[in-house]
């Protein structure tokens, strides 16, 4: 392997710590999941359809939302509701989890790693653009740490050839662009819960569909292929003519997600405070800056504060020494010998892959401790 990466090991919660991720439970999740356990439904039921109801409201009023149990099955279902085939070709980012593009190995489908935004690291349609071509059938996006990709520029690419724009936002919940609500702008859009996403459910996720045609399949799909209401009705006709799998959500984690839901705005407003403190404490400070930080048109949702550093491994040294953890979190999906090799075409990646560092941003931090850091890093590193 080219990068060998020596990370720091993972820093236990201490008194004086500042780690970098920690679940948000609130307190209401406690008795919400407890009225569900002594409930008759523990799966999925009438909690699953109650999140769906409430998270549509709320971020995707028009459109379908369905629940399931991770954020990577949302992605999975939403590639075969694309009709994705073997030998089908995606365009998707290079810099994102790999459970964005895992599932394209399952399918068989081809993957055009695009790279990134030298100052986003989200997609750059540039690229986009030279890579889409007839064999083109999807546009995957991730809205890195949050912030909303050039949704416009991919929309018109992906117009121009006729195929949809699935949107992994599992780092955007809350963010808007161009004053839309992230999940109601493209034909499919997913959400991640796992456990240090901004909400979480233990693990879950959800897809959101603006075209309602979609929704049954949608459905049936998630539970095997089977119309699960048409068999409680007792009218089902016992075929199953297209073939599902088991994504659902269950009420457990439904009830984390709608006691946590309550008190989201509020997280989001934290995450945005410690967002603008960083971007403060770090200004003029030479050698490092905030990625992606600066657009009047999109609301960041801030699940992430990565910065552009050099000497990234001397900074993240003193930084823990400090009970400071920081982490690159993600890396160009193209060092995994399961997606074939190291792409060439990939300069920008190519050019910060050494230099990125993502800073504690979460409601366990507070203004003093991002105060604090900012003047570790201002003393040099
Ligand atoms: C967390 C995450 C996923 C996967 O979501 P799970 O709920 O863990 O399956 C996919 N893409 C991105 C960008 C993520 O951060």
Redesign the pocket.
């Known amino acids: 392997m080219k990068h060998p990466t020596h990370d720091m090991p993972l820093m236990r919660t201490a008194p004086g710590t500042i780690v970098l991720f920690h679940p948000y439970v609130p307190e209401a999740a406690l008795s919400s999941v407890a009225d569900t356990l002594a409930s008759r439904w523990i799966g999925q039921g009438p909690k699953v359809d109650l999140f769906e109801r409430t998270f549509a409201n709320r971020f995707a009023p028009r459109s379908s939302a369905i629940a399931v149990g991770?954020?990577?099955d949302a992605?999975h279902l939403a590639y075969i509701l694309a009709g994705l085939k073997p030998g089908d070709e995606v365009i998707a980012p290079v810099f994102?989890?790999t459970?964005?593009n895992i599932p394209f190995l399952y399918m068989g489908v081809r993957i055009r790693f695009a790279d990134v935004q030298a100052d986003t690291l989200n997609i750059d349609p540039r690229h986009v653009k030279d890579l889409v071509n007839e064999k083109t059938r999807a546009i995957v996006c991730?809205h890195y740490g949050g912030l909303p990709c050039d949704l416009d520029e991919l929309h018109s690419i992906a117009n121009q050839w006729g195929i949809p724009v699935i949107e992994?936002a599992?780092?955007a919940l809350g963010a808007t662009y161009k004053g839309r609500s992230i999940g109601a702008i493209s034909p499919m859009t997913m959400f991640?819960?796992?456990a240090i996403?901004h909400i979480t459910t233990g693990?879950g996720?959800m897809l959101t569909l603006t075209d309602s045609s979609l929704e049954s399949a949608a459905r049936r799909i998630r539970w095997f292929g089977i119309d699960r209401e048409a068999k409680q009705n007792g009218i089902w006709d016992n075929d199953i003519t297209e073939i599902g799998y088991k994504y659902q959500m269950t009420d457990i984690g439904a009830s984390m997600g709608l006691a946590a839901l309550e008190s989201f705005d509020s997280v989001l407003y934290h995450r945005m405070q410690l967002m603008e403190e960083y971007k403060h404490g770090l200004q003029g400070i030479p050698g490092i800056s905030v990625l992606g930080s600066d657009y009047a048109d999109r609301e960041h949702a801030c699940w992430l504060c990565t910065v552009s550093v050099e000497s990234r491994r001397e900074l993240q040294r003193k930084l823990y020494e400090h009970g400071v953890e920081t982490n690159q979190v993600h890396y160009r999906n193209d060092r995994y010998s399961i997606f074939g090799g190291r792409r060439v075409d990939l300069p920008n990646m190519d050019r910060i892959e050494d230099k990125y560092l993502v800073l504690p941003l979460h409601h366990k931090v507070s203004l003093e401790d991002v105060q604090h850091i900012c003047d570790l890093i201002r003393g040099g590193w």
């Open positions: 991770s954020g990577t992605l994102t989890c459970a964005t991730v992994d599992a780092h991640s819960f796992q996403k693990d996720g």
